[in-house]
């Protein structure tokens, strides 16, 4: 199990007994000491951007610099202060948060609103002081949520919405992925209103010489599409001499249905409620940018004064 930044304190600072550490060392050091498997190792925040293990090493040493524990001394690299040396003497002593509020350095740290410690973004300190999240984390997991709950509302929006706008949404998405390049009339929608499934065509490029064949089922989560709504969109491609179709669903497509496509020699890409929420999310179809939050990190090469003249 991977263990909570403030769990790392203590092993992060007896790391730099001896002299000055490496922190990307350090990470390594961390995950041999608490036996982490190869999965725990390469697990990734939300963002994908960097490992658990590295962004809770790094908050560790982040908070203890705050506390005047340690310093850092040049790029990716600290040591020990004298501070940090005399803590690390009683060895029965718990280094958390709640430890580092004895230094005014600290309190002065988590009294500010927003700021930065030199190696991570240092906003929403105190959200993540009762968990094993680090403030970054958390801000990421916040997002997630946001996501999900947005992802939820689309869905229910696009249930209840027409036939006839559900084919138009379908068109729109693809439109707005890059289909059809530039063309105003790329994607036609060809449904007929009233069935909870609509055909459509879109262009796979500007010139509209290759084209996709569309179709949807408008289902609410409880129902799914299953192997015969397939093969049936895949006779309808064989009429149409088409060799390519996508196949939209609010809901979700059983394992019949996702092997059939696959046996099939046609080529058919199955995009399910969830996939479709996040395409709509993605490209801004039915929702749109409220708040954009800018999280900044210390650039440390700017700093690195060993390579001037």
Not at 213 to 235: E, M, T, W
Request: with cysteine.
């Amino acid at each position: 199990m991977i263990p909570d930044y403030q769990t790392l304190m203590r092993p992060v600072l007896s790391s730099a007994r001896d002299g000055p550490r490496k922190i990307s060392d350090v990470v390594d050091e961390m995950s041999d000491l608490y036996n982490l498997t190869s999965e725990e190792r390469l697990e990734l925040l939300p963002s994908g951007k960097q490992t658990k293990i590295a962004n809770r090493t790094h908050w560790a040493r982040s908070y203890m610099k705050q506390a005047g524990l340690v310093r850092n001394i040049r790029r990716g690299w600290f040591e020990l202060t004298d501070r940090g040396r005399k803590v690390l003497e009683d060895e029965d002593t718990r280094i958390d948060s709640k430890f580092l509020e004895k230094f005014d350095e600290f309190l002065e740290f988590k009294s500010r609103d927003s700021g930065s410690d030199g190696d991570q973004i240092l906003g929403a300190s105190n959200a993540s002081e009762d968990s094993s999240d680090t403030p970054e984390e958390s801000l990421q997991l916040a997002h997630s949520r946001l996501q999900d709950a947005l992802a939820a509302s689309l869905l229910d929006y696009v249930r209840n919405a027409s036939p006839a706008f559900f084919e138009q949404l379908i068109v729109d998405l693809l439109i707005s992925m890059g289909y059809g390049g530039s063309s105003t009339d790329a994607g036609r929608a060809l449904g007929q209103t009233g069935d909870d499934g609509v055909d459509g065509v879109i262009d796979q490029d500007a010139l509209g010489v290759d084209q996709v064949y569309l179709q949807a089922k408008r289902y609410g989560s409880a129902n799914s599409v299953g192997a015969p709504h397939i093969r049936d969109f895949f006779g309808a491609l064989s009429i149409k001499k088409a060799n390519k179709g996508i196949f939209f669903t609010t809901s979700h497509f059983t394992e019949s249905a996702k092997r059939t496509a696959q046996d099939l020699g046609l080529r058919i890409v199955l995009i399910d409620g969830e996939e479709l929420a996040r395409l709509m999310m993605q490209h801004n179809v039915g929702c749109r940018d409220k708040d954009i939050l800018h999280i900044k990190q210390i650039d440390e090469g700017y700093f690195d004064e060993d390579g001037l003249g």
